[in-house]
């Protein structure tokens, strides 16, 4: 890489800058009202599966609120759909799946071809949205670890728990593998196409890791995310997420994934002791800070600064940005951190 | 105490025992067709609020499980209740409060006095059950933390985030305190009177710590309960139950509480280590373990029983156990540890 490289992808390779960058987790959506004015136009499939908007949705907060990295609008959702799930996103409810995968006549039935046909509209709109970015925002794509897919498949709706999922998974563990193996498959074919397309960098989101034991999620979540990584780490950067997983810590941080992040249950000191220093940190403010006063905002701010510091560290929220968040907090948040220097 | 203290009292005091003793969050119905046999008679408050009837429900999972010890049945939120905020209990849903409290004037509104006329009921429920009870098994009485108490209050209803809870707290938090030490005030007079009815032990549930983050735990929820433990700990042993809060592990093993409460995300070796093997613990299968074949539910409980050991232990779940969770594995989990011996 040479000087030209962008600010988010030389922290994210453990080159030395000047500051940390920025970007939060759903930062395309939600807190925006232009976003909620698209929001009330289109439904949300129809905001993913169409390229002209999926893009303006990716920039808006490029340009509004001035972000060092883009995430392509879209879902972790897709892939279930492209095997043949019929998903539904339901007002004031999320997610749901009427028929839920729970028997093993409905993993065989998941069809796990034609990725590149399905899900053609993705790609399109990581293509259109790279060309609209300034070059010095690289783009990042994402995708639902096998674990977190299998949490919607097999409980058919968000959950507290997703003591429906595990159940499936601690009845018969063979079938739960091999839902995995199905979901792991296709999401690397998935992932490997938004790379060619264009993204910069790839986040893998196990955001209910940590509805399993430190004992399980080795079993039903690690080993997947590790395959994913180890068939994409040559091609681009990747960044894991796995939420509420403190004890996985370790073990991400010797795969030789190039960024990992950290919720606010888990204090920088702890994850930087855990991650040996090996690998580079992202988070970790807890996303209702956001709606703290001003002053205490900024102080809380330049405190998570402090104790990640300015080198291998992305700053960003420690989970997705909330609905209702205050706009002018969002940009205190990200001014602070574009402000900063702690040499 | 001598010789002929209960098996569970002596482990919370870290005696010396022959084999750790046994009970289960939320033991006392779900799972029991006998319980949903009274629960399609009768609705949740009934239950709570006819002593008879909370008596025979407490009883059933000593008679037909055989534990160790017995938990009054009750709920946490009592509290609100009598503190005069209207809670409902709604089938397929959960607490649900029709007038949150949100701002001053619901805040000052709250009447905290009168509890021993007000929860008259649950007072007279432990009396009832200690007559019934065999002398060797002894009765726990709970509350929810005030932070926990504070989520339902604010929230208005279960979530996954309680982020109106937390925004309430960080957007004004003279008034959070304000709100928590009114909650605190009441849980200490509930808890003594409790304990003067006759419960042996008493149970903190911060079933919400997990949503605060490591610094807004040590803000918003630790103080309050260290000072519950303080009026109470010299009455009766204390167990606190602080799930997914491991980075508080280490706070709680130094404040003089008998017991503490490890959900599954923590390992065994973590939380003796982060507790400075200073307290007794209190743990940690997954409820949803309990679904697994017998063999495997047997493997596992005795990996669990070896991993923290026979002394200064409580074998329990991690967290309540499930709905529909089949009763023959209740009784293979509860049956392996009263047959367990690591000597």
Not at 22 to 40: C, E, H, S
């Amino acid at each position: 890489m040479n000087d030209n490289t962008p600010l988010f992808l030389r922290a994210l390779q453990g080159l030395p800058v000047d500051r940390p960058p920025v970007w939060i987790m759903r930062q395309a959506g939600r807190y925006l009202p232009d976003f909620m004015t698209l929001k009330n136009k289109y439904d949300f499939f129809t905001r993913c599966q169409t390229p002209e908007l999926a893009t303006e949705i990716t920039l808006m907060p490029i340009k509004q609120i001035g972000l060092d990295a883009a995430i392509i609008f879209s879902d972790i959702l897709v892939i279930p759909q492209a095997m043949g799930v019929n998903v539904e996103m339901k007002n004031n409810f999320g997610p749901f799946i009427e028929f839920p995968v729970r028997k093993k006549s409905d993993v065989l039935g998941l069809n796990t071809s034609n990725v590149e046909e399905k899900l053609d509209y993705v790609f399109r709109a990581v293509k259109m949205t790279k060309k609209e970015l300034p070059e010095h925002i690289p783009l990042i794509g994402f995708a639902g670890s096998p674990w977190t897919i299998l949490c919607y498949m097999v409980q058919g709706s968000g959950s507290k728990t997703f003591d429906i999922a595990k159940s499936f998974c601690f009845e018969n563990p063979e079938l739960a593998h091999m839902l995995l193996e199905k979901i792991t498959h296709i999401t690397i074919e998935y992932l490997k196409k938004k790379i060619e397309a264009g993204v910069d960098a790839v986040q893998i989101f196990d955001s209910w890791g940590g509805v399993l034991s430190h004992t399980d999620y080795n079993i039903f979540s690690f080993p997947y995310i590790k395959k994913i990584n180890d068939a994409l780490k040559a091609l681009k950067p990747i960044i894991i997420y796995p939420k509420g997983c403190w004890h996985a810590i370790n073990s991400y941080s010797k795969i030789g994934a190039s960024g990992l992040g950290i919720d606010w249950s888990c204090s920088a000191r702890n994850a930087r002791y855990l991650s040996g220093n090996n690998i580079t940190l992202q988070g970790n403010m807890d996303p209702s800070r956001l709606f703290s006063p001003k002053n205490e905002l900024i102080k809380l701010t330049k405190e998570m600064l402090n104790e990640f510091g300015n080198q291998k560290y992305i700053a960003n929220l420690g989970h997705g940005i909330l609905p209702n968040t205050p706009v002018d907090n969002v940009k205190v948040f990200v001014d602070t951190i574009k402000s900063f220097s702690n040499d």
